[in-house]
């Protein structure tokens, strides 16, 4: 897969003002770009679904927990510096350009360079690789264009799939966080998967799972 730098660009209003490109990388099927208040019919469509958030730490949402989150978003992707990149993943192929999931990357620790990722699809788009190419893309981000040193990422005990996509990208499970979340009444076990950039960066060059990193 590859992953593309995007450039700034001039305001038109402006010419001396630089703001940053809505879309942050790509790889061969997909974009990552900010959410936009349009977003809201496409991103409530998976939010709202309970089987999509059957697994998830939020939702199911009603339109406006929907509203708020894109409210909440926008405004953190204006922050300087961003500690929060909750980004839409936008399908980009022959047939479609649409939006048809959510990921996160939150700077959980600046000064230790720590953070955290996360991925939620709608459910047509299951089973086609794109939440593996959207956890690879996410640590990519990470190491080379944030130069941070360690992720980690979170799934329920119960969500195998989940899991063997971040066993897949290189991820190691140090272990088993009993009861440490609380969902519709219920408490939550989850896996605790980390990865170093050196560990990461080794894992990419195995020629077996390298994928095209170029950052443009």
């Not at 709202?48 to 405004?75: C, H, N």
């Not at 980009?92 to 350009?97: G, K, P, R, W, Y």
């Not at 040193?149 to 991820?171: T, W, Y």
Request: hydrophobic share 35%; net charge neutral.
């Amino acid at each position: 897969m590859t992953f593309t730098r995007f450039q700034s660009e001039k305001n038109p209003e402006n010419p001396g003002d630089k703001k940053p490109l809505n879309a942050l990388f790509k790889t061969d099927r997909l974009v990552f770009r900010n959410f936009q208040a349009s977003d809201i019919r496409s991103a409530h469509r998976y939010a709202s679904d309970p089987i999509v958030t059957r697994m998830t730490y939020w939702g199911p949402y009603d339109y406006i927990e929907s509203e708020g989150f894109l409210q909440k978003t926008i405004l953190r992707s204006q922050e300087n510096p961003r500690m929060f990149f909750d980004l839409a993943i936008i399908l980009n192929d022959q047939e479609s350009s649409r939006l048809i999931g959510g990921c996160k990357l939150h700077i959980t620790d600046g000064g230790n360079r720590e953070g955290e990722i996360g991925y939620y699809l709608e459910q047509q788009s299951w089973g086609k690789g794109f939440a593996t190419e959207t956890a690879n893309a996410l640590l990519a981000f990470a190491f080379d264009r944030l130069d941070l040193h360690r992720i980690a990422a979170m799934c329920f005990v119960e969500n195998r799939d989940s899991a063997h996509v971040l066993e897949k990208i290189g991820m190691q499970r140090e272990g088993t966080l009993r009861q440490h979340r609380l969902k519709n009444g219920k408490w939550i076990d989850s896996y605790l998967f980390s990865v170093l950039d050196q560990d990461w960066q080794g894992f990419v060059r195995t020629p077996s799972r390298s994928p095209d990193r170029n950052m443009g």
